[in-house]
């Protein structure tokens, strides 16, 4: 677990921190909008209701060296529960690497939908800051597919996956309406093209600097921004043995071999 600080206030009550719990086993996390004033007692208190009256009681908690958790009642709170805790340095994500790297994939989601000092209201009334975003990118998370168990979090946790609004969508275009329908599947075969382009576009006009390459795109992605960073390029091979040019090529014939003569009847 660990602290996001230096947010735009935002929700109902100002809130300027972020609290990162993940599960080690399950890859998991839980996003909690708190202060960053507060004391030992906030945060237990912010820990209880949300962690251990829906997960139960950790074994050990592996967090930084925070003030947070040096204060005398923290400890004897955990002391009265059974739990461990382990401390890491401030800085360095090593024991804690999993919550920084937590921390990082968070913010990225939320600096793509929030920008500062501005707040978005629709006409219900419904705020778009980071706050309101927090159970949005919770449940995107929980039911991405993660690197390292091959399963969401949420199937390793409970054995099924929650129905997401694209689920009942894809389902319900399929009997509503012929023309939705194909218009799904025109949808759809434009992102599995947009998808393959990485392996089509072979052109490069010329470099950019050091570090992007202008591509001569086809007719169908024209519109498209012609200049890309070099790490998204790759050579492009025709054959196998342009691609290994120095591989020797099996020259030898299959040993012919008389099937009666090997048998044994």
């Excluded at 399950?26 to 209880?48: G, I, Y």
């Excluded at 005398?72 to 461990?84: S, V």
């Excluded at 099924?160 to 399929?174: A, G, I, R, S």
């Excluded at 070099?230 to 099996?250: D, G, I, M, Q, W």
């Amino acid at each position: 677990m660990n602290w996001v600080t230096g947010l735009v206030p935002g929700g109902k009550e100002n809130f300027n921190a972020c609290l990162i719990i993940v599960h080690r086993f399950r890859k998991s996390m839980r996003c909690l909008p708190c202060q960053k004033e507060d004391t030992a007692n906030n945060t237990s208190l912010l820990f209880w209701n949300n962690i251990i009256s829906t997960c139960g009681v950790p074994k050990i908690i592996i967090s930084d060296r925070d003030p947070k958790f040096t204060s005398e009642f923290w400890r004897n709170l955990y002391d009265i529960l059974g739990t461990k805790l382990a401390f890491s340095t401030a800085y360095p994500p090593q024991t804690d690497e999993l919550a920084e790297m937590m921390i990082q994939t968070m913010q990225d989601i939320l600096r793509r939908f929030c920008a500062y000092g501005m707040e978005y209201k629709d006409h219900k009334g419904y705020t778009h800051d980071w706050v309101t975003l927090l159970p949005a990118v919770q449940l995107a998370y929980n039911t991405s597919q993660h690197p390292t168990t091959g399963k969401t979090p949420e199937l390793v946790e409970k054995g099924w996956n929650p129905l997401l609004p694209v689920d009942n969508l894809k389902k319900n275009l399929l009997t509503i309406h012929p023309t939705a329908k194909d218009f799904y599947e025109m949808w759809r075969r434009a992102c599995d093209t947009a998808a393959n382009a990485y392996l089509r576009q072979k052109n490069i006009k010329r470099r950019g600097g050091r570090n992007a390459v202008e591509v001569k795109l086809t007719e169908e992605f024209s519109k498209k921004h012609p200049v890309f960073p070099v790490s998204l390029v790759k050579p492009y091979f025709h054959t196998e043995e342009e691609k290994f040019p120095s591989r020797k090529k099996n020259t030898t014939p299959p040993e012919i071999v008389e099937v009666e003569d090997s048998l044994d009847l």
